[in-house]
């Protein structure tokens, strides 16, 4: 060991015994501060703990003492192939900064890890990493420990990244894609390793992290699928793309997309333009797209999308629909037929069976160009906005509650979302300028392993 406080050894011997140098495995990992500095030099913290847990082994805590912002900390791993989770605290009279990685397997790994802390309920700027090109309005979502970042409206030739979320690191594949200029563009998960990309400018495909002799494969979906489309992953069955324009009339065409570009084809009770959806288990639910703001469901198994009686939300274009994943979602923001913001919400319960609206909280804080990540109740940013909030569930309640504020404003950024609950946002809009940084979110605490 160096006995630098940002230096984090893990050892194991590939599930044999660490004593034995020969199967010797050495990962290493480093705890940072944005500026890729020692997040506790010059402060008071004292003692560092980590929690780790592999596989379905019981959860290990360790602690190390800090002193002058210097420690030592060696951990035995009991596996290199099982899924890897920590957490870790730094700590002492007046500091508290908490941080955690994606879940990984050690062996599928580079053996390096660096991952940034902050304080609970913060973000911290992140100045030594970028992406290759300013990007808003583009998509990002992670599979597995990497996260593909494609498209935005700034104009650039550096189309397709990806952000390696181990090493804290984004950069260019290796080969030239060729693309064109995508524009303004979404993406979705199909299924491991498969991402559908839906661009504005330019015709879908999907994109596969895992096989580099095979990266884009392109989709043909239904008339009028793009921009106007609601598109949403479901997990377990593919991503799907709803109703959408084409010739300037609403469709009622929805296209799932599956693995290697297998499209089926399914249909809407009536044609949407600029519906919102969410995915509630197999099913999803999609919202607006008309002069009514009426609501159906697509059930899984079903071809024809099923209307829900009572919805009347009028128009909410740019609104974003907030899903638990299982039966309940909220309908947000968007303007109204004269473009003001609007401030109410709707929620659904009981969805599929009994799926009911209702009116919900008031949304204080409604803003356009908010982004919800994937497979998230966060909503990020806004025009003009630093807010992070989140839409909760308890009980019989929904509320929208604040978790932290950005660094900057950011609309139309990208996110991803980890499973202790911090994440990192990339990129947006800010005042007319496009960006190309991260910010690196840690909310009040982490979930527990």
């Known amino acids: 060991m160096l006995g630098r406080s940002i230096l984090l050894c893990l050892l194991c011997a590939a599930a044999l015994s660490c004593k034995d ?29 980590i929690e780790i847990a592999q596989g379905a082994l019981p959860v290990r805590e360790f602690e190390f003492p800090i002193s002058d ?3 030592d900390a060696e951990i035995e791993l009991a596996s290199l192939s099982s899924l890897t989770r920590l957490r870790i605290e730094m700590e002492g009279p007046t500091t508290d900064l908490i941080t955690a990685p994606p879940g990984f397997v050690p062996s599928a790994s580079e053996g390096f890890l660096r991952v940034v802390a902050g304080a609970p309920s913060s973000c911290t700027a992140v100045s030594f990493n970028t992406m290759e090109a300013p990007r808003a309005d583009f998509g990002m979502v992670s599979s597995g420990t990497f996260a593909l970042a494609v498209g935005g409206t700034a104009a650039d030739d550096e189309q397709v990244e990806f952000f390696d979320e181990l090493e804290w690191d984004s950069r260019l594949f290796d080969a030239d894609f060729s693309l064109s200029f995508l524009g303004a563009t979404r993406a979705a998960t199909v299924g491991e390793g498969q991402i559908l990309v839906l661009p504005t400018d330019a015709a879908p495909f999907i994109f596969n ?9 392109q989709v043909v979906l239904h008339s009028g699928a793009g921009p106007e489309s609601a598109l949403v992953s479901v997990p377990g069955l593919g991503a799907m793309v709803i109703g959408g324009e084409a010739g300037g009339a609403a469709r009622a065409g929805v296209s799932l997309v599956e693995l290697d570009g297998v499209v089926t084809s399914l249909q809407l009770s009536e044609p949407r333009s600029g519906a919102v959806a969410a995915a509630l288990g197999e099913d999803v639910l999609v919202v607006g797209g008309d002069a009514e703001g009426t609501a159906e469901i697509l059930l899984a198994g079903s071809t024809v999308g099923q209307p ?7 128009v909410r274009n740019g609104g974003l629909l907030v899903g638990d994943g299982e039966s309940r979602a ?3 923001g968007g303007a109204d037929a004269d473009g003001a913001v609007r401030q109410d919400t709707l929620r659904f319960d009981g969805c599929p069976g009994s799926c009911v609206s209702s009116a919900g909280p008031l949304w204080s804080t409604a803003r356009l160009r908010a982004i919800i990540p994937e497979y998230s109740a966060l909503i990020i940013g806004g025009e003009d906005s630093q807010s992070v ?3 909760r569930w308890s009980g019989d309640t929904v509320a929208i509650e604040p978790v ?16 202790s609950g911090a994440f990192v946002v ?9 960006l190309d940084d991260f910010e690196f979110c840690v909310p009040a605490a982490l979930t527990p392993l």
């Open 69 to 71: 912002g210097e420690f």
């Open 330 to 332: 909220l309908l947000i």
């Open 21 to 49: 140098d020969t199967f010797q495995f050495v990962f290493q990992a480093i705890i940072v501060d944005g500026d890729d500095g020692n997040p506790v030099a010059g402060t008071d913290a004292d003692t560092l703990r």
């Open 389 to 391: 909030e989140e839409a």
């Open 209 to 217: 992290m895992l096989d580099a002799s095979d990266r884009i494969t």
């Open 404 to 419: 932290v504020e950005m660094v900057l404003p950011r609309a139309s950024a990208g996110a991803i979302v980890y499973e």
């Open 426 to 434: 990339a990129g947006g809009e800010n005042g007319g300028v496009v």
């Open 308 to 314: 829900i009686d009572g919805v009347m939300d009028g």
